[in-house]
């Protein structure tokens, strides 16, 4: 008898165990996802599909931009994990091999600890693009929305420069002072004051058009359209706030070139 009780102990502790690693995998993608720029609604049927496709039917996620609560209900006490996000940036590519492992997942290709070691490897990889093609990226944004804008090519040169510069600012800066909002300040500034110098060295005719090529990298398009559709998909809590961060990014690039332009 005490043997039976015993391995029915064994049983449910195994039983446990694989339960958590479950959670542990769906929470790993959700961090990852929403950390890269997911929109909210992507990351919670995520999770809950990676759920389901290792037997769990009944789980429920609530993501917040700075937080993620994943539950699973079972016969035992339902089991609830917390984990929070405390650093976001834009790289869709680790997003996209996100997805890819939750539809190998479903099609039953990936065992949990297979999934976990994959998604584990997605973590610790850089950045999809180098340092230097994102800044060579924002350069060439930059100098084609001047033209964009039906400005002259000569234009096109210093808007390239100043956008560069911004955003090697932008980067650089939210590495050194983690607080938010500051970054995107500074980078406006730098790139404003060097839009007007370029300007007034005789490289370009029209400073307003360089100017607003410069801001083009700054603009937080990305996170404006996952606020509107977190929105639609009746996530208000999360678009809300990304609608109030993006709101304050704009807010602190504007107070940048205010800045500037009151000086000139």
């Known amino acids: 008898m005490v043997a039976l009780n015993t391995i029915g102990v064994i049983r449910l502790d195994a039983l446990l165990e694989k339960q958590y690693d479950i959670m542990d995998v769906s929470l790993l993608a959700g961090k990852i996802m929403l950390e890269n720029g997911a929109e909210t609604y992507r990351v919670e049927d995520t999770m809950m599909r990676i759920a389901l496709s290792y037997g769990i039917e009944e789980?429920?996620?609530?993501?917040?931009?700075?937080?993620i609560m994943f539950s699973i209900e079972t016969d035992e006490p339902t089991k609830t994990k917390l984990i929070r996000i405390s650093k976001r940036t834009t790289d869709l590519y680790k997003v996209s091999a996100v997805n890819a492992i939750s539809r190998r997942i479903s099609a039953g290709e990936l065992t949990v600890s297979e999934a976990y070691k994959e998604l584990k490897a997605i973590q610790r990889a850089p950045m999809f693009f180098s340092f230097l093609v994102q800044i060579a990226a924002a350069a060439s944004t930059s100098g084609c929305f001047v033209i964009l804008l039906k400005g002259s090519w000569d234009n096109m040169i210093p808007a390239m420069l100043s956008g560069a510069l911004a955003y090697f600012l932008l980067l650089k800066v939210a590495d050194i002072v983690p607080t938010m909002f500051f970054s995107e300040f500074i980078a406006a500034l730098a790139g404003g004051a060097a839009a007007y110098v370029l300007f007034r060295l005789g490289l370009g005719s029209d400073l307003d058009r360089?100017?607003?090529?410069?801001?083009?990298?700054?603009?937080p398009g990305l996170l404006i359209t996952n606020a509107v559709r977190d929105l639609m998909a009746g996530h208000f809590l999360s678009g809300l706030a990304k609608g109030a961060e993006a709101l304050l990014t704009a807010l602190a690039i504007g107070t940048g070139i205010a800045v500037v332009m009151t000086f000139i």
């Open 59 to 67: 789980s429920h996620s609530f993501v917040t931009p700075t937080g």
């Open 210 to 219: 360089i100017i607003v090529g410069t801001l083009i990298p700054l603009v």
